[in-house]
């Protein structure tokens, strides 16, 4: 496992100055992206192969929102390459090592000039020691778009929400979800599946339903095609 410690900042708290949502989001995915840089197959190694990790789904697992100045380890590892696929555990605890957070991922490897998936190179899946499966209970990589949903006002794609791919940064959808969900709804999981990437300009057009004391948010193009589906409960 790869891991490092940190503190939570103040400017990743909310209103309750507890660690956002986000914030555990952005603590997992830089965790992800110190172990590949580690292992120079970060950024700009992937850059000059024209290829990309993508995200393509989140099951996210808080059993606390640790507080402000509040010690914490995040850790990560693979589990299983198949083709163009990797699948990625996360885990955050506290001081006492009691977990507090915990996730699974899919990501799918890219070509950027063809924007296909393409097979993960041999020596880049050799660089990661794959370890053994988290022991969790793990629900479908698919996130239905909601049914009956109510539709809300349009909104562009803004420089903030783009990312070194220059699309939408899987953690900014979150966020637009986010706004959709009462302030005060207790959040415990959040599941997303990306189906496609929105740009600079694009617009996002939200729909939202609440269905057995969950939110399910898809965030869509013109037509109604999901981005992406993110359900918070």
């Not at 509040?70 to 090592?97: L, Q």
């Not at 370890?131 to 809300?152: F, I, Q």
């Amino acid at each position: 496992m790869y891991s490092f410690n940190s503190r939570v900042r103040y400017s990743e708290v909310g209103e309750d100055k507890k660690l956002t949502l986000n914030g555990v989001i952005n603590y997992f995915q830089d965790c992800s992206t110190f172990q590949s840089e580690m292992l120079n197959n970060g950024v700009e190694r992937l850059e000059q192969l024209h290829r990309v990790w993508v995200l393509s789904s989140w099951q996210i697992v808080i059993d606390r929102y640790p507080k402000l100045c509040e010690e914490i380890e995040i850790g990560t590892w693979p589990y299983y390459f198949k083709n163009f696929a990797g699948y990625r555990n996360f885990v955050m605890r506290d001081k006492e090592g009691k977990l507090i957070a915990h996730a699974n991922s899919l990501w799918s490897f890219l070509d950027t000039d063809t924007g296909l998936p393409t097979r993960v190179p041999e020596d880049i899946e050799r660089a990661y020691v794959l370890e053994d499966k988290l022991d969790m209970k793990y629900a479908s990589r698919k996130v239905p778009m909601p049914k009956n949903g109510e539709t809300g006002e349009p909104f562009p794609v803004q420089k903030h929400h783009l990312d070194t791919n220059h699309h939408v940064n899987n953690g900014q959808y979150i966020q637009m979800a986010r706004e959709y969900v009462p302030e005060d709804f207790p959040i415990h999981q959040m599941r997303a599946e990306y189906k496609k990437s929105a740009l600079l300009g694009d617009m996002i057009y939200p729909v939202v339903a609440l269905e057995d004391e969950r939110y399910t948010v898809g965030l869509c193009d013109e037509l109604g095609r999901p981005y992406a589906v993110v359900e918070l409960s």
